[in-house]
């Protein structure tokens, strides 16, 4: 049984984290996204909302599970016994550091691989950080992110237009 790990920070999850960790999910036998626990003023949700979030999104993946977690990502794919690290590529300006990361995990970890998967070309756009952008100026970003991703940035107070 192999198990992959998605870390990230999914703030929030968009339909392209969405893309790779299906993707994932029919490559290995257990995916776990693992949620980066994060101080609050760092991040638009909360960890506790990035992880229900996800959850949601993925209710009907049972090979999926997510959890939050701190500290090296290395170190929490050992305990989660994932032999694999998942990322997501969307674009050439990316893989320096994904670059940079791999070696490091690999220097910490060498019995973790990392596996890299190409956004999908309808996702190529869409970053967390573009979604909190353009969903604060009151654009509507309800095809970028699940359903209830785009209500939660709705309700969310403090900056978001609507």
Do not use: C, W
């Not at 305990?79 to 990316?94: D, N, S």
């Amino acid at each position: 049984m192999v198990t992959a790990m998605y870390p990230g920070r999914f703030d929030p999850v968009t339909n392209g984290h969405l893309d790779i960790v299906r993707r994932a999910a029919t490559m290995f036998d257990r995916v776990v996204v693992a949620v980066y626990d994060m101080h609050d003023d760092d991040v638009l949700f909360p960890t506790d909302e990035r992880v229900a979030l996800f959850r949601e999104a993925v209710r009907d993946r049972p090979s999926v599970t997510v959890e939050p977690f701190r500290g090296l990502t290395v170190a929490f794919a050992r305990e989660q016994r994932a032999t694999v690290l998942v990322r997501g590529i969307r674009a050439v300006t990316g893989f320096e550091t994904e670059f940079d990361m791999a070696l490091m995990n690999k220097k910490m970890a060498p019995e973790v691989e990392s596996v890299y998967l190409m956004a999908s070309l309808e996702h190529l756009f869409i970053s967390g950080t573009r979604i909190r952008e353009v969903a604060r100026l009151g654009y509507d970003v309800a095809d970028l992110v699940p359903a209830h991703v785009a209500r939660a940035l709705r309700e969310k107070p403090l900056g978001i237009a609507r």
